[in-house]
């Protein structure tokens, strides 16, 4: 992606997300204000003081599909960490003034969003589906993990 703050196309519109680096060496970079990314019409808000590790790609395969914090690689990582860790699609919060914390989109259907993101985001169709099979195979241990970094 180019350097300029806004990303838009037809199915994708989002603002470049403030991230504040790890206070410590490994740890985990932090949203500074709420960032909203929409696609194919349904918001995604990511609240204020979210961490992430970025995408949780293995060192041995950062030559293949690139590092976990690469842009636009770490946009997608964002939703899908919040999705991850319970966060709800703005408007199913709309629909459902007393949420229950129950979430409203299966692992599965997160990682769906995940690679068809980076797709639109103008990643490799085969890097996408790399990480996409990698996040089916590995990522069920970190859905809705309760590890106090993930907020």
Request: charged content about 25%.
């Amino acid at each position: 992606m180019a350097d300029d703050a806004k990303k838009e196309n037809s199915d994708l519109v989002f603002d470049r997300p403030k991230l504040m680096p790890p206070k410590e060496k490994g740890g985990m970079w932090e949203l500074a204000e709420n960032w909203t990314l929409c696609y194919k019409g349904e918001a995604y808000t990511v609240p204020a003081g979210f961490k992430t590790d970025g995408a949780s790609i293995p060192r041995f395969l950062w030559r293949v599909c690139g590092t976990p914090l690469d842009v636009p690689r770490v946009y997608a990582a964002l939703v899908h960490d919040w999705l991850y860790s319970g966060g709800v699609p703005n408007a199913a919060r709309l629909h459902d003034a007393a949420y229950s914390g129950t979430p409203v989109v299966t692992r599965a259907e997160a990682d769906a969003l995940y690679r068809d993101l980076l797709i639109a985001l103008g990643v490799s169709r085969v890097k996408a589906y790399t990480e996409w099979a990698a996040l089916r195979l590995c990522g069920g241990g970190h859905w809705l993990a309760d590890d106090g970094d993930k907020n």
